[in-house]
């Protein structure tokens, strides 16, 4: 079985195998029980409230409860970009600094910074398009708090591997470990990745305390730079036959539901824009992944152009999209996004208030 299948029934086997109770005290480990949804979650082939729900009907709320507490923080970031659009691309909060340039440090992109468990979480994302989300927020102290990089052009070397690929919790988490988004910078050492990565490595450059990490130097082995090459190859396809007595449904890289509207007779069209992925690339793995995804939905032809050169748009008697901030460009209808707690409204403040109001709901709707 491939690290990330693609059917919809691998995928609630996923979710079914879930160990709420030892994620609870893994997660944060290297090696933890931790879920490896996002993929899924990312591309829209499965929603926040349908992984929760089915997550609940076999684990009690309060079992259940850190897990759900995790999937509201994609919540939050997403509802953050709904509202505030393309704000979440630049400083969010306060200026990062001090900013030394903004390229990409090279023994980062090569998997050389010598610290073993950040080089082989690089190598694992290379290699299966995953990262553990220690590894992340490691990686990411590393170049922006230590290494002293802006945040934007790495977290887009991050975003082009990732199969998860998701520009608000990539973009927004970025910016909370560079202190931009968040009140503080997030640093770590060797110490922390040693305990949370089962290593024992010592003498590197991160093997000090919290305050001489923070207060060092750029060492050596981050100051080379390099630019990465970010291109997306997008796929060569036939040109779609439509059927202009019936509806256009859109689908994009971040809705690829097989159940969406699937009772409806309908062109279904997965429309890859250039003008899209050369703002955002991704690798050839993530193509690759998308493309699997997409070929999992019943008579879905693909389109690689603009949504407004598709051949005769106007024929069509009703096109249909999901509503989504990167896409709201996109003509037609737009059905509403399915969020776990739909009433919740306070997403202005921190994520912890933010929880708290879900934490409410979440105890009112699901206690006896
Ligand atoms: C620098 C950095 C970049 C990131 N970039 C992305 C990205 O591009 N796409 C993406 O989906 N996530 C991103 N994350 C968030 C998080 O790392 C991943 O969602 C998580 O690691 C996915 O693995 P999982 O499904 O096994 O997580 P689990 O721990 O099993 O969590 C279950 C689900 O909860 C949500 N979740 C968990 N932790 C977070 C978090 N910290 N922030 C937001 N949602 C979370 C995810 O949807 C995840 O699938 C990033 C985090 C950091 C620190």
Known sequence: MSTFPVTLEAINQRIDALDVTAYAHTRNYLNGSVSRLSPYLSRGVVSLPYVMNRILQRASVNDAQKFIYELCWREYFQRIWFEQGNRIFSDF??????????QMIKSVADATTGIEAIDQGIQELYSTGY????????????????????????????????????????????????????????????????????????????????????????????????????????????SPLFDYNLPLLLYNSCNLDPLWRNEEPANRLLILEPSYFNHYPVSANVMDFILSLAYQINGLQIYIGEVNDIPALAAFPEILSKEHPAFR???????????????????????????????KNLMQKHTP
Not at 171 to 179: E, H, I, K, R, Y
């Open 93 to 102: 909060n306060n200026a990062q600094q001090p900013v030394k340039h903004h």
């Open 329 to 359: 460009h996109y003509p037609g209808i737009k059905d509403e996004p399915e969020w776990l707690f739909p009433s919740v409204n306070r997403v202005k403040g921190s994520f912890t208030s933010f929880w708290k109001a879900c934490e």
């Open 131 to 238: 990262m553990h989300n220690h590894v992340r927020m490691y990686v990411a102290s590393i170049v922006t708090n230590v290494g002293q990089v802006h945040w934007h052009n790495p977290s887009k070397w991050m975003y082009y591997h990732l199969l998860d690929g998701d520009l608000a919790s990539n973009s927004l988490s970025w910016q909370w470990v560079a202190g931009t988004f968040s009140s503080k910078k997030y640093f770590c050492n060797q110490d922390n990745i040693n305990t949370y990565g089962n290593t024992t490595q010592r003498d590197t450059f991160l093997d000090q305390s919290y305050e001489a990490v923070m207060r060092m130097n750029v060492p050596e082995v981050l100051q080379p730079v390099i630019s990465p090459d970010l291109t997306t190859i997008l796929p060569v396809v036939n």
